[in-house]
């Protein structure tokens, strides 16, 4: 890819000329796919660009190439125009094909009566969680937590004597009721 091109273009011109363009009419003139490192270089070398400003500006080439539309990837990091390369037909007919139907709806109504029994049941259980939620809202509301306790109880200690009694008694009547039954 070496071979000297003949691009008869203004020096000025060429300055202010996009990369990308430059790129255009090197392929143009070559006619010939390039590979990119020596596209960059046919494109530096026309621009009159250093090796840094190159090394600069390649990423840059790379992305113009490959959104602008005149240009194909042909291989391995091998550019050229697209128009050189005939579009990619399909032998296959897509367009005007039909397909035959097959209509089976007796297995599909048994199915479907099933699916609208649960979406039934789902409707009542969705509407029980709203009740539920609400219920809960109303046992647990913020007005119950601010009620005022009464601190002065006074606790009788008899009262409570009484009680562990009676509790007694009712594990003694228990007992002799099972002794009883054996």
Known sequence: MSTPLNLKLDPEKVKEMPMVDLAFLVLKAANTPYYYRDLMVEVAKLRGMTDQQSQDTIAQLYTEINIDGRFACVGTNLWGLKRWYPLERS???????????????????????????????????EEDFD?????????????????????????????????????????????????ADE
Request: glycine content about 2%; cysteine-free.
């Open 91 to 125: 032998d296959d007919p897509v367009g005007n094909t039909k397909r035959v139907r097959i209509i089976n709806d007796e297995d599909d109504d048994l199915e479907d009566d099933d699916f609208a029994e649960e979406e039934e049941n789902y409707a009542a259980e």
């Open 131 to 179: 009740a539920i939620d609400e219920d809960r809202d109303d046992l647990y509301s913020d007005d119950d937590s601010e009620e005022e306790v009464d601190e002065d109880v006074v606790i009788d200690e008899d009262d409570i004597d009484e009680d562990d009694t009676d509790e007694d008694d009712a594990e003694d009547d228990s007992d002799e009721d099972a002794e």
